[in-house]
């Protein structure tokens, strides 16, 4: 049973990792064909994961549903937006406009799923305030490199900034848009590449583990 | 007074909320338009290549952004066109993206009006195409070959303006406005293969990217992002979307900065409290 | 370097009524021409392909105005002009291929074909019908002032290859890492390994102990990322040791979930933690909650979780991308303590400004090792900084004899070492 | 009719969405609910109309039709490992799903591997030294952004040791290294807030455009529901309140 349970899963893992790592290194058709092949495999479980997260969500708030929990009333909201999307793609076969017409599922993109994630999305806009207005204050010599680029960063991109910049420091004969692009091509990229390299050698290293089974957290335990 | 500082420092973030949102509506209620600077050269180029078409040349507006790019995209193209009646052109609007769909509606509903241009004889609009290269190569030779009907249905062929249009060659520019990859293809199997000038209009952050196609001049002219379409507004002296647009940014940047600046200031008295 | 043309014209009329022309003004045209042996023409199949690329090369002559045209044919009968090249404008130096493939210095034309492009022939296509590679005939017209020769035709094979062995750089390195990966891991020992201190990670006890105290609880939020992103195998990780410590202390948790997959694998990580705390009896099946599979629809239920809830610490780990403010601004002004990690440095600036505490890049995979102490896991980490110390000298090194390299003006020394690092 | 309707549905989405700033409430919560379920449809439909029903269910159909059994059984093999997922839901059998999934965990570590090592380690390392081979042709600002640029990403390199006390030298050159990460985190921070604003913007526009007559004041009849429920939700609260007590 462990074998089964076990083993042959970790075998999966090995094989795949190997080949996927070889087809780096072989240029012929034969490996450009494995991975389209693999790809349209990950299509197919991840269409299967979704359906997955279908019924966990139906079943979550069915469950609140059924035993009247504080707000059970908002779950049937789930259902019905889940509804009306899908029927809307089955009414206009998934396409958003026909004919340069908005379709019934154009309508309800539009309308209904645009305009949550475009206000979410924007909601951002009041915490980039609130999180600066708390965030960014000078404390320690490296908050104050925080607040430095910050500041410069916001004044170079907007024409105000340029005019208040030349007003106050044009003694110094650089503008602003110079010293932003320093900021953002010289010491800005060291972190920034520091950053990405360690993630390079953490991630090349956490491969290796997942690829000869060291690691193996994500299969949960048994 | 060491209180009130620090309850200044922890005040409620809901205040800041409401002074955002103040600092965007009120230039969309009334634009105030904030003076800036200089015009970039290539907002520049652009409004000098439309201003230099003789009168009644025909030119194509490509408007392929969505939604999600619309607040910088949308006062572009709107400005173009605004532009483009002024000077009395023909305009010949396309689309290579779905979604764009709501936008050029709003566009047309509004601006044609007010220049009172008709339609069919100051533009056309044509379909969603989704096969983008294919149209791009067919339009060499006959523009009708992909776009037998308008967006109505009705034979394009027939319009008045379309009478002597046949190809690219009775184009006299294409302004392609988009957040995508569309403008290169237009720069790479229109501009470059048929020598059909190219100007664009594309959000800040890929702005940027556009140097080199700009500087080989592949590209006359580029408006990035709603400060472009702000100074485009200024040189045709008409106040829109582009204006209030960078009149808010203008404001909301200075709002951050000045609340950064205000609790460092607090924070500096506090310490010698 | 031999840089000598072989002119034949003996056989100038035999091979000139060789060719059938496929009109009747090409014919005479061509029948101008004067034919030509040029013994360095050859048709070499591109090395490290996949089987569309075939490379014709041959002696750069001294005279410089010559222009070549191409021709290419795959029955000798109906030539395809492909190119026409200057004399000396494409080199085998512009082929971007390293040293060990070729010798750049060589002076030679060369010019790059893709076959699909100049026969038309459809990708698909092509490799259905050409498995066995696809063979072509060459040809050139030289033009030398208002003079035209015609060469001989040489004969090549595009074929796909097995090995790009302009990677093999690369896969040096991947082989030295692996290894030096295997030897540390396998002589990893019981002993006491030294990790440095990680302020976030220290700071998860804090967090969970101020949870008990305060009777709320700790909301875990996994991120957005699929089973695969080692920033989430990272964050299911450091969830395990975090569910321990819950269970120890009997506070309680939530996770909500992006991904089913992941919801399904913490799901398992929560039961074993519990179990290995001795409190499997507190384990509950709605610890884990699936929310929903859409970015912002995802920061908007937890938004509302955080909201309501009042959590005493909240934990971010794992891949985020814009929602990671969205949901950090909204746990700050809850009043919890915030713990943050995340590989994605676009999200690293909000974390760090709207948490108390963020594991950056890298700190966030060492986590499992800080935190388990398990041999394997930080002998692991000890190759991570190999791999950085590797850089270091690397970097410097060779800057410093770049430098040097330029002022002694040793120009094929530098472009050896910018080779060798080159992976293309 | 349904341009009206639209308008009101946009605008009402969208202001419950931000009545979430001010506090949490019915309206928000509405909205959420139904985001999650409209969210999840929106993948669900584009998955089964754009990647399905054109790369899964059309190939599969003209291999059948074909009878090309290697593309069937290319096709048949991961929908079987993907109802295997399915399995989740009964305890006893729910190792099975990890068949579902193991495959892409290694495809995905053979892929990060070399693309990892090569393109963010090697030509890293090549980006870093690359303008010290033109040295000669460099002006001394350029040169000297160089050696900024390597020795800032050395020190922050030195802050990410993990297996070594920070103390003496590593500590002040890590501490160094984290002024480098401080600037990286205020520059990409300070660049982001111009198109987070945009975004508040393009929303704040729609909102203002459909509190015209022609879409029969959308907005204002909105924005008025909302603050009526606000205040006579304050008032009753202190009424409650001020009974309890």
């Known amino acids: 049973m462990k074998i089964i349970k076990k083993y042959i899963p970790l075998a999966i893992v090995f094989i795949f990792g190997m080949i996927t790592l070889a087809s780096y290194y072989v240029p012929h058709r034969t490996s450009e064909e494995y991975l389209e092949w693999i790809n349209r495999w990950e299509n197919i479980v991840s269409a299967f994961a979704l359906f997955l997260g279908m019924i966990s969500l139906f079943y979550v708030h069915y469950k609140k549903i059924e035993r009247k929990v504080d707000g059970w009333g908002y779950s049937l909201f789930v259902y019905i937006g889940f509804l009306i999307i899908m029927v809307a793609a089955m009414i206009s076969h998934g396409d958003i406009s026909k004919g340069g017409k908005v379709t019934c599922l154009g309508w309800t993109f539009n309308n209904i799923y645009n305009p949550l994630s475009a206000t979410m999305f924007s909601v951002l806009a009041f915490f980039i305030i609130s999180t600066a207005y708390r965030a960014f204050r000078i404390k320690s010599t490296s908050a104050f490199m925080l607040f430095l680029a910050g500041l410069i960063l916001m004044l170079g991109n907007i024409p105000l900034g340029e005019i208040i910049w030349d007003k106050l420091f044009s003694w110094t004969h650089i503008t602003i848009a110079e010293i932003k692009n320093w900021i953002i091509n010289v010491p800005s990229t060291a972190g920034k590449r520091g950053i990405m390299i360690g993630i390079a050698i953490g991630a090349a290293v956490t491969s290796l583990k997942i690829i000869f089974g060291i690691e193996r957290g994500y299969m949960g335990k048994d | 007074m060491k209180e009130t500082l620090n309850k200044m420092l922890k005040i409620d973030r809901r205040w800041l909320f409401l002074l955002l949102t103040f600092a965007i509506i009120i230039p969309i209620l009334k634009p105030i338009g904030i003076p800036s600077k200089s015009t970039s050269d290539a907002v520049k180029d652009i409004y000098d290549f439309i201003d230099k078409l003789p009168p009644g040349s025909t030119i194509i507006l490509s408007l392929d952004y969505d939604p999600s790019t619309a607040p910088e995209l949308h006062p572009q193209a709107a400005v173009v066109l605004k532009h483009a009646f002024k000077k009395n052109l023909k305009v010949i609007i396309m689309t290579f993206l779905a979604g764009s769909g709501g936008l050029i509606d709003e566009l047309v509903r509004t601006i044609p009006t007010k220049y009172s241009k008709e339609y069919g004889r100051d533009y056309v609009l044509l379909p969603y195409m989704p096969n983008i290269l294919a149209a791009l190569t067919q339009m060499s030779s006959n523009i009708y070959a992909f776009y037998e009907k308008d967006i109505d249905g009705k034979p394009l062929r027939e319009y008045e303006m379309m009478k002597n249009i046949q190809s690219y060659k009775d184009i006299a520019c294409v302004v392609d406005i988009t957040g995508t990859a569309i403008l290169d293809y237009w720069v790479a199997y229109v501009g470059d293969k048929y020598k059909v000038p190219i100007l664009g209009g594309v959000t800040a952050i890929s702005q940027v990217g556009y140097g080199p196609y700009l500087q080989k001049k592949q590209l006359k002219g580029l408006i990035g992002g709603m400060k472009g379409a702000a100074e485009y507004e200024r040189l045709i002296s008409e106040v829109g979307k582009g204006t209030s647009g960078i009149d808010a940014l203008n404001i909301a940047h200075i709002l951050v900065i000045v609340f950064i600046i205000f609790s460092n200031i607090v924070l500096l008295i506090l310490k010698f409290l | 370097m031999m840089k000598i043309i072989k002119f034949s014209l003996i056989s100038l009329f035999f091979i000139s009524n060789l060719f059938a022309m496929p009109s009747k003004s090409k014919k005479q045209a061509e029948q101008k021409n004067q034919n030509i042996e040029l013994s360095s023409l050859q048709l070499i199949d591109y090395p490290s392909d996949r089987g569309d690329m075939i490379i014709l090369k041959w002696d750069i002559e001294k005279e410089n105005d010559l222009t070549y045209e191409i021709y290419v044919s795959t029955n000798k009968e109906n030539w395809i002009k492909a190119k026409e090249v200057k004399n000396g404008e494409w080199t085998l130096e512009k082929i971007d291929l390293p040293f060990w493939m070729w010798n750049k210095k060589e002076s030679k034309n060369a010019v790059l074909l893709e076959v699909t492009k100049i026969f038309s022939i459809s990708e698909e296509d092509f490799f259905d019908k050409y498995k066995d590679g696809f063979k072509l005939y060459a040809k050139l017209n030289i033009l030398n002032k208002n003079k035209r020769f015609e060469t001989q035709i040489v004969e090549g094979m595009a074929k796909g290859n097995w090995f790009r062995t302009d990677r093999l750089n690369s896969l040096i390195t991947v082989i030295i890492v692996s290894l030096v990966f295997f030897i540390v891991v396998s002589h990893a020992k019981k002993k006491e390994l030294f990790i440095r201190r990680i302020a976030g990670l220290d700071a998860i006890d804090e967090a969970v102990g101020r949870a008990t105290e305060m009777g709320k609880p700790v909301i875990y939020v996994p991120g957005i990322g699929s089973m695969s992103n080692i920033s989430t195998i990272a964050s299911v990780f450091i969830l395990g040791e975090v569910g321990k410590k819950i269970a120890q202390y009997d506070a309680t948790i939530k996770v909500p979930h992006y991904d089913p997959i992941v919801f399904t694998v913490a799901k398992e990580t929560i039961k074993q933690a519990y179990i290995e705390a001795e409190r499997p009896d507190s384990y509950r099946d709605d610890i884990n909650m699936f929310i929903t599979q859409d970015q912002f629809a995802y920061a908007a239920a937890v938004d509302g979780m955080i909201t309501r809830e009042k959590p005493a610490a909240c934990f971010y780990m794992g891949y985020f991308m814009a929602e990671s403010l969205l949901l950090a601004e909204v746990g700050a002004s809850a009043g919890a303590i915030q713990i943050a990690g995340t590989d994605i440095d676009s999200q690293l600036p909000f974390f760090v400004t709207a948490c108390d505490y963020t594991l950056i890049g890298e700190e966030l995979y060492a986590a499992g090792a800080y935190l388990s102490k398990e041999p394997m896991l930080v002998s692991a980490l000890k190759v991570q900084d190999f791999g950085k110390l590797l850089f270091i000298i690397f970097a410097s090194i060779l800057s410093i004899i770049l430098i040097i390299a330029a002022k002694t003006g040793s120009t094929n020394f530098t472009n050896t070492i910018l080779d060798i690092l080159k992976v293309r | ?245």
């Not at chain 4, 509405?30 to 790369?55: C, D, F, R, S």
């Not at chain 4, 900024?148 to 390199?157: C, D, E, K, Q, W």
């Not at chain 4, 111009?194 to 907005?219: C, E, K, P």
Request: charged share 10%; hydrophobic share 50%.
């Open chain 4, 1 to 245: 009719m349904e341009i009206i309707l639209g308008a009101f549905v946009t605008s009402g989405l969208t202001l419950f969405i931000f009545s979430f700033l001010y506090k949490d409430n019915p309206f928000f919560k509405i909205a959420e609910h139904l985001y999650m379920g409209a969210g999840l449809a929106w993948y669900i439909q584009l998955t089964i109309y754009k990647v399905i029903i054109p790369n899964v269910w059309g190939p599969f159909r003209k291999a059948w039709e074909n009878g090309d059994w290697f593309t069937i059984w290319m096709i048949v093999i991961p929908t079987v490992l993907g109802i295997s997922l399915i399995t989740q839901f009964i305890p006893r059998i729910s190792w099975m799903s990890r068949y579902g999934f193991t495959f892409l965990m290694g495809y995905s570590a053979g892929l990060a591997l070399p693309t990892g090592l090569s393109t963010d380690f090697m030509n890293q390392i090549l980006g870093t030294i690359e303008p010290f081979a033109s040295v000669l042709n460099l002006t001394t600002g350029q040169l000297l952004n160089s050696i900024i640029l390597l020795i800032g990403t050395i020190s922050v390199l030195f802050y990410f040791f993990f297996s070594v006390e920070h103390k003496g030298a590593i500590k002040k050159i890590s501490n160094f290294g984290i002024y480098f990460l401080m600037i990286y985190f205020g520059a990409s921070f300070g660049n982001t807030v111009m198109a987070r604003f945009s975004l508040l913007y393009g929303r704040f526009d729609l909102l203002v455009r459909y509190s015209n007559a022609q879409y029969f004041y959308a907005t204002n009849w909105i924005i008025l529901g909302l603050v009526i429920y606000f205040i006579v939700e304050k008032f009753l609260i202190k009424k409650v309140i001020a009974n309890n007590s």
